[in-house]
């Protein structure tokens, strides 16, 4: 089956520094990749949607500016968070989608951010 | 948009005994409905999956029903095992588009 991996899988970083998320999908080509946001005891929050080769769209209240997202190729998306506070301290899952099995998206296993 | 609903959102339930989670959607060109199990700490695994073209699916233990005309779809787990418990999430998207999550059910398996 599809596999999606995501690096780190935790990452502890101080205050106002900035850190990499890495997503891949390992055995098929994501022409588009999700990256999600989800806090304790809630659902997935769609942050963006990133298309290889293009800007990614950005939902409603997430700054672009602060979660940087490039997609350079068809199997890897990167979410930076910049100048990163203890409020964006979450659960960042990114899914990919392989158009050949029509919708069906797969998820990474997430990456724990804690930001002190 | 799309906007999801799924109750209960916690349920527990004996071992053996069957456990049924309902979403609904509002979105009528809404033609995929997935559901994935999410464990501590880790990534939500798809379990199961309908498109708007059927209205039943069934994989072992786990059953999905979909009605179209009422817009509601549900997951129907039986003989559930401890190893069951965890977060489910319903989602309802239509070809192309983002995915709409309900709010979860969490989901415990009393031995």
């Known amino acids: 089956g599809a596999v999606v991996s995501q690096h780190p899988s935790w990452v502890i970083c101080k205050s106002g520094t900035s850190v990499k998320i890495e997503c891949r999908s390992l055995d098929f080509q994501a022409t588009t990749m999700f990256w999600y946001r989800q806090f304790p005891k809630q659902s997935l929050m769609l942050m963006a949607t990133s298309n290889e080769g293009s800007k990614a769209t950005y939902e409603q209240g997430v700054e672009k500016d602060k979660f940087l997202i490039n997609h350079a190729s068809l199997t890897l998306s990167t979410l930076t968070v910049t100048s990163a506070h203890p409020e964006d301290s979450s659960f960042y899952i990114c899914s990919a989608r392989d158009l050949s099995i029509y919708n069906e998206q797969f998820f990474g296993p997430g990456t724990r951010l804690t930001v002190l | ?111």
């Open chain 2, 1 to 111: 948009g799309e906007n999801v609903e799924q109750h209960p959102s916690t349920l527990s339930v004996q071992e053996g005994d069957s456990a049924v989670i309902k979403c609904t959607y509002s979105d009528s060109a809404s033609n995929y409905f997935p559901w994935y199990k999410q464990e501590l700490g880790k990534g939500p695994q798809l379990i199961i999956d309908i498109r708007s073209n059927v209205g039943e699916k069934k994989d072992q233990r786990i059953a999905v029903t979909l009605n179209k005309t009422a817009k509601h779809f549900s997951l129907h787990i039986t003989e559930t095992q401890p190893e069951d418990s965890a977060v489910y999430f319903c989602a309802a998207t239509y070809t192309g588009n983002q995915f709409y999550f309900g709010t979860g059910t969490s989901l415990t398996v009393i031995p």
